[in-house]
Nanobody, 116 residues
């Protein structure tokens, strides 16, 4: 089992920045990739950014050039640096981990609200 705990959400004005953190614990050696998903009100949860164990990153087109995913292996933590935030970035951000069996693990989510 893997446990994921997010932090760092909040309210920010358009153009501002936030940094989300996701601390992983448990059987983290089984994790092959980690990432961030976003769910806006009335919409489906969608990928924002992810990173494989080898360090390959992938971003949604809407956040390229503004968001950066990174990790601290020593602290088993993944980060999402969000710059130039827009109101359409508003939503609940979920940390995700995928193991070698393609089982998904989810955090509890953290709210990000960008005001115009």
């Amino acid at each position: 089992q893997v446990q994921l705990v997010e932090s760092g959400g909040g309210l920010v004005q358009a153009g501002g920045s936030l940094r989300l953190s996701c601390a992983a614990s448990g059987d983290i050696i089984c994790i092959s990739a980690m990432g961030w998903f976003r769910q806006a009100p009335g919409k489906q949860r969608g990928l924002v950014a992810d990173m494989t164990y080898a360090g390959t990153t992938n971003y949604a087109d809407s956040v390229k050039g503004r968001f950066t995913i990174s990790r601290d292996n020593a602290k088993n933590t993944v980060f999402l640096q969000m710059n130039s935030l827009k109101p359409e970035d508003t939503g609940v951000y979920y940390c995700n981990g995928v193991d070698r069996s393609l089982h998904n693990y989810w955090g509890q989510g953290t709210q990000v609200t960008v005001s115009s």
